[in-house]
Structures are given as C-alpha cells and as structure tokens.
C-alpha cells in the first residue's frame, strides 16, 4: 500500500463517544435483498446476522451497507480509513477498534503474536476485562468484544452448518491456549462448542499422555470424535504417539503452521496427521480465524476455505488496497465479517491468498515488503504506540 499523506493520530485509548452507543441509529434506507425497504440497527444486525437467506431477514448486502455507515460513524479509527474500505489488521495492534466505550466491552481477545499468516491466530492469551489489558510492548491485537452472544451465534451456526449437530465427542488439544484460562479467542470458541454439541465426555486435554487416553476412551463409544489441536500440537503428538481413531472421526487443526523452528506447509501437514492417525485425507481438515474476528472459516473437502453466509472476502493488490485481483491470481485476504458489527467488519488480513470460485486457498503470510507499505498507512492515521 502507498503511504497516505492525511495527518493526524489516534490514540490506543481513543474509542466511540457516549453518543456511539450502538443500537441508537438507523439507516435512513436499507433495502433488503426482497426489495422492501425500512430502518435497521446495529441490534438487529448483532441479532440476526447468522440468519441471512431467511425469508424475513435482509440479505446480506442490506447488512453489510449499513454496517459500513454505522462504523463509519461511530468507530473512529476506521473513519481515519475512509479512502479504504479494508482496515489493516495492523490496527488492532495499536488501537481500539471499536464502536462502543472501551469500558463496555465484555472480554478483549488477544492475539498469539505468532503471525504465522497460515491459519488461525485466535491467541494464545487472554481476552481479558479493561483495564488489564497487556503492555503496548507486546504488539499483539487487541479485539474489543462487545458481546460474547454474538461470538456465540456465529461459532455454533456455521460449525452446524458444516459438522450438523452431532453430538460429537469434542477433544481439544491445545496446551499453549488453556493455560490462558477462559478467555483466548480459540478458548472461548471451543468451550461454546462443546456446550453446544458436545457429549459429556468432550474435554480440554493437555499432554500427550492425557490426549492418547481420551482418544481411546472416546473411540471406544458410538459419537464421532472431532479433535481439536493447533498444526504443531497435532503433529508433536502423531510424531510421539500413533493412535488410530475410528473412521467417523475428524481432525481439526486450527492454524499455526510456523513456529520460531519449524514451518510445514498444510499438504504435508495432512497427510502426516491421516497416517499418524490413521483416518482419510477427507477427515483432515482445517479452520481459520484470528481473534481480530468473530466468524471462522472452514476448509472443504476441495482443500478450499469458504466463509458463513454472513462473511464476503476478496482478494486484493497489496501494493493498491483499492484494487480487487483477478481470480486466480494471488493477493491479500481481505474479509467483511458481519459478525463484528460492533469493532469493524472490513479487514485487510496480512495473509496471502488466491480465490477459486467462492472459496479461497491460504498461500503463507504477505512478504515484509507487502505489508510495509500497510504499515505506514496505519502508523500515519493512527499513530506510532
């Protein structure tokens, strides 16, 4: 991206005046995919997004335009952006983002500071109550969220529209995010599903130790297991471990395909995790999110990932933010996520990507290169810390 000349800063404590509560305005005119016109909130749009393609709910591009008035308004960082229409992800790492007072929110997600760019980064750390926030040192986004009832409806819906709902015995492997507590975004996520669709026998497991014991436990009943991990987490067990689960099983791996040590691209990957856990391919898959967002992608059986209902993305010129690519060409992700009605639903993500019809294929994290020129948009209308 080219630098902006507009100046001005915005501060990380910056947020929405008290007249920005949301729920308060309406778009003078929203018309519905069904052509019939009237007001919408940002309540409706909190409560009814997950519904999109019913009858008696606006479509998504009668959502969508007045999410983007009323984040206009009311979130001041994403106003500074109003030559763009994607807001860099990089401003969640140095500012709130956010339609409402900080003080409202109910949890801030925090991300892993990992920037694998290869799938999820929902954050190993801590959505945390105001006022406890991490040091501004970190450089870890912060995602304000207003109300966990959201995260809540878009988790458990598109996971029913992909999985059903089961019930699963649900096994999450994920030792570097418990230790966290509630509060990671892939935490919360996790916990919401099991409420939702898991048996009583789904658990958080740990070590390897305790994960080779659930899963003979869990393979020794009738619900199909889903095992929840990160890339390294998966693959450090099957590398230790062989355990063969039953053949109605899933592996979900949920991003992380770099560390400090290792990379593996998602290919390999796959295949290590069905030999070592001796399913198919097709019951390998993948889900990504990042804690910036509060609706997941999930892979198909295609080696694509395709968003809910409620989710649009494109693929964009990284150099020219403005320019969508062409199909089959590579670019930056950028996603509009109804889901984050209250912090701002246009995000330009920091991952390559290419589209394949209306889905999408993960190439690896932007060059350093690409996203510089992002950096210095977001460093000139918000700010250095």
């Known amino acids: 991206m080219s630098r902006s000349g507009t100046s001005g800063s915005v501060a990380s404590e910056d947020v929405a005046s008290d007249s920005g509560t949301s729920g ?101 750390a801590i959505g945390i109550k105001p006022g406890n926030e991490p040091g501004r040192a970190t450089r870890r986004s912060r995602h304000f969220v207003r109300s966990l009832g959201v995260y809540q409806r878009s988790v458990t819906t598109h996971f029913e529209g992909v999985f059903g709902r089961g019930p699963f015995t649900i096994v999450a492997h994920l030792p570097s995010c418990v230790g966290s507590g509630d509060s990671s975004s892939l935490v919360v996520m996790l916990k919401m599903l099991i409420d939702e669709f898991g048996t009583d026998d789904s658990a ?106 409620w989710m649009s993305f494109k693929i964009l010129d990284p150099e020219n933010p403005r320019q969508e690519i062409e199909e089959g060409e590579p670019g930056a992700l950028a996603v509009f996520d109804l889901a984050n009605i209250y912090s701002v639903s246009a995000i330009l993500t920091e991952d390559r990507a290419v589209r394949k019809g209306k889905g999408f294929d993960l190439l690896g994290r932007l060059s350093n290169a690409e996203l510089r020129g992002c950096n210095f948009m977001v460093e000139d209308l918000i700010g250095k810390y």
């Not at 039953?246 to 791996?253: A, L, M």
């Open 24 to 124: 308060s305005v309406t778009s003078e005119d929203v018309a519905s995919d069904s052509g019939t016109s009237g007001s919408v909130t940002s309540e409706d749009v909190a409560s009814e997004f997950h519904r999109i393609g019913g009858s008696d709910v606006p479509g998504f591009d009668g959502f969508a335009d007045f999410t983007r008035r009323y984040q206009r308004e009311f979130n001041p960082v994403y106003r500074r952006f109003e030559a763009f229409e994607y807001l860099p992800i990089e401003a969640f790492k140095r500012a709130v983002v956010a339609t409402f007072p900080a003080a409202e929110a109910e949890a801030i997600f925090v991300s892993s500071g990992t920037g694998s760019g290869t799938g999820s980064e929902h954050g190993s």
């Open 204 to 309: 958080f497991v740990l070590n390897a130790l305790e994960l080779k014991k659930k899963l003979i436990q869990a393979a020794d009943t009738d619900p199909p297991i889903l095992l929840f991990g990160t890339a390294f987490g998966l693959l450090s067990f099957v590398e230790s471990v062989r355990v063969a689960l039953p053949s109605s099983s899933f592996v979900i791996e949920t991003g992380g395909m770099k560390t400090h040590r290792r990379e593996i691209g998602r290919k390999e990957l796959h295949e290590r995790l069905s030999s070592g856990f001796g399913v198919g391919l097709d019951q390998i898959t993948s889900e990504y999110g990042m804690c910036e967002l509060l609706s997941q992608c999930y892979m198909r059986g295609d080696g694509l990932f395709y968003p809910p209902p």
